[in-house]
């Protein structure tokens, strides 16, 4: 059950389009400002407090649920379609399929499409992208597997201002991109005709679901993607999940999480690994590509991108981060073979 408490804003730390992230009582907590409207230092609010008090880690923070110093507050909105429905904070955000003058491409018309099962990953496929393929519109399509709201992403807000990422678009519940759509398979295609992708990146916002189960995880929807992908005439790429240091056997090498993802999959999908990579023969029906990778870490620096994986950086965990670029690699190769892009 959720637990919620007043509190005084004592200080404002930042604030962004969407996100203000500040302290009750000296203690951290982010507002939605779309959702709630901004606070100020003074202001008595109620506070969601549940993440603490379970000891989550990426979701770990406060979330202010109203501003007791305001009686009312609206935000109109740009359409019909509502997200986070039936709760307490359902928003009208609409949706390009409702905008006038939308009309949806007859497909995909061979885009690749980079499946992501954790945020993280975005980062790498985005600049290895970059580089090697520097004129290519790369646009991120955020699921709902995670968080939902993109504003409390700073590796997206990094990404955006570090032009690796031409636009955003939110799905399913999650909300606040660029464009929002209503299921995955709008979303992709809004990702082209709307945001002009000639790469779509898609993924869970941070702070994935996990359990112990063969299917009880959120990065189980890259099976999903490569369906939809496919299904509307994209060519799907699948980042593969890898670690040489977490310490669950599950994870450790290519992860289990993977496996699940390509053996869920009704359609298939190119593989993105490093040059030189083994392949377990529980991938034989997918295609492996095997690709050069620059140095993650050296990469990463240079592109002022600062990310890592369960506090792993890419010194610590080299190869999760050589596997992730690979797939920015490979996107970047399809696009080649088409003589420079869509």
């Not at 003074?42 to 880690?57: H, I, P, S, W």
């Not at 995909?108 to 992208?129: E, F, I, K, R, W």
């Not at 289990?256 to 359609?267: G, N, S």
Request: aromatic share 4%; net charge negative; glycine share 12%.
């Amino acid at each position: 059950m959720p637990s919620f408490r007043t509190a005084l804003v004592t200080r404002v730390r930042s604030e962004r389009t969407g996100l203000q992230r500040v302290e009750v009582d000296g203690q951290p907590a982010f507002v939605l400002t779309e959702l709630i409207g901004p606070v100020a230092v003074g202001d008595r609010v109620v506070v969601n407090t549940t993440a603490v008090e379970l000891g989550l880690g990426t979701g770990g923070w406060h979330v202010v649920h109203w501003n007791l110093s305001r009686e009312t507050w609206s935000r109109p909105g740009p359409g019909t379609v509502m997200k986070l429905r039936y709760s307490s904070l359902q928003t009208d955000v609409g949706a390009s399929e409702e905008a006038p003058g939308y009309q949806a491409p007859d497909g995909l018309a061979g885009t690749p499409v980079v499946a992501c099962a954790l945020h993280s990953q975005v980062a790498c496929v985005a600049a290895v992208l970059a580089q090697v393929s520097p004129a290519t519109r790369a646009v991120y399509v955020m699921t709902d597997a995670a968080a939902l709201p993109l504003a409390v992403s700073d590796l997206v807000a990094d990404l955006r201002a570090a032009d690796l990422l031409a636009a955003t678009v939110t799905c399913g519940q999650a909300f606040g991109g660029d464009h929002e759509a209503v299921t995955l398979h709008s979303a992709l295609e809004v990702a082209v005709a709307a945001a002009g992708a000639q790469v779509v990146i898609v993924g869970p916002g941070p702070g994935g679901v996990g359990t112990s189960s063969r299917l009880g995880f959120g990065g189980l929807e890259v099976a999903g993607v490569i369906d939809a992908a496919s299904r509307l005439g994209g060519r799907p790429v699948v980042a593969v999940r890898f670690s040489d240091a977490d310490i669950r056997p599950r994870h450790r090498g290519i992860s289990e999480h993977t496996v699940a993802a390509l053996w869920a999959a009704e359609r298939s999908a190119a593989v993105a690994v490093p040059a030189g990579a083994a392949w377990p023969a529980s991938g034989e029906r997918h295609t492996v590509v095997e690709v050069d990778v620059p140095d993650m870490g050296d990469l990463l620096d240079r592109v002022g991108i600062e990310v890592t994986t369960m506090g792993r950086s890419p010194a610590d965990d080299p190869g999760f981060f050589r596997y992730a670029g690979a797939a920015g690699a490979a996107a970047a190769a399809m696009l080649a073979t088409d003589g420079g892009g869509r």
